[in-house]
């Protein structure tokens, strides 16, 4: 039975929260997809919007942290209440980074989309860890959302799969390089995407860690999966 607090506004303001979160997860999801099919598609408009969509992440965990510290001082939250609103203060800050790096990836796509690359090589590996990067940020948020600690732990399982496609990744890169210095700069930033898009797992393995946190009241940061 879900539970209810005598303050009804309580309520509302939680699940405005929860809203809120989302939302900025969805555009977050929105900008992995959109900085990697930029540079799959040599779209440099895409990058611009990516990198755009940024500054209103930036803003919308701004404006979450604010929400969080007034409910810390007006409600004075207890228990799974505190604990809820204590990981979102966190979890901003995941994504607001997962943000800062698709921002990225898509300025290399900017850069590439406008000299000869090597890119092709790669087009089937980077869209691959693209998308697993996107489907464990979109079920980590969705964990800790619906208290499913399960899903949470399929997301810390699928970080050694990023692991093994990043690794993949850093042989080819450096395979090529050896070959020919001339290919350098182009794979300088693919080895960035590759490297950022490892890293966005990392965050999304952090928030599904909080998710466990969230259901169990146990934190398993730093254990192995």
Do not use: W
Not at 33 to 59: C, G, H, Q
Not at 69 to 78: D, F, G, K, M
Not at 94 to 122: H, M, T, V, W, Y
């Amino acid at each position: 039975m879900e539970h209810k607090h005598i303050v009804a506004a309580f309520d509302v303001e939680l699940d405005g929260l929860r809203q809120s979160l989302q939302e900025m997860g969805g555009k977050v999801v929105k900008m992995i997809s959109d900085s990697v099919t930029s540079l799959v598609n040599k779209d440099t408009p895409l990058a611009e919007k990516t990198i755009a969509l940024d500054r209103e992440v930036n803003a919308t965990e701004m404006s979450i942290d604010n929400r969080c510290l007034e409910l810390l001082a007006l409600r004075q939250p207890e228990a799974k209440d505190l604990r809820f609103i204590a990981l979102t203060l966190k979890i901003v800050t995941d994504l607001e980074r997962i943000g800062d790096k698709c921002s990225n990836i898509a300025k290399r796509a900017r850069a590439l989309n406008g000299e000869p690359s090597l890119f092709e090589q790669f087009s089937v590996d980077i869209p691959h860890m693209g998308h697993l990067a996107e489907v464990m940020v979109k079920e980590a948020l969705d964990a800790f959302v619906n208290e499913d600690s399960d899903l949470a732990e399929k997301v810390r399982k699928d970080r050694s799969r990023m692991d093994g496609l990043n690794d993949s990744m850093q042989r080819i890169l450096l395979t090529y390089a050896m070959e020919s210095s001339e290919t350098c700069p182009s794979v300088m930033k693919i080895n960035y995407v590759s490297k950022a898009l490892d890293r966005i797992s990392d965050h999304a393995t952090n928030i599904a860690e909080m998710a466990i946190y969230m259901v169990k009241g146990k934190d398993i940061r730093y254990t192995k999966t």
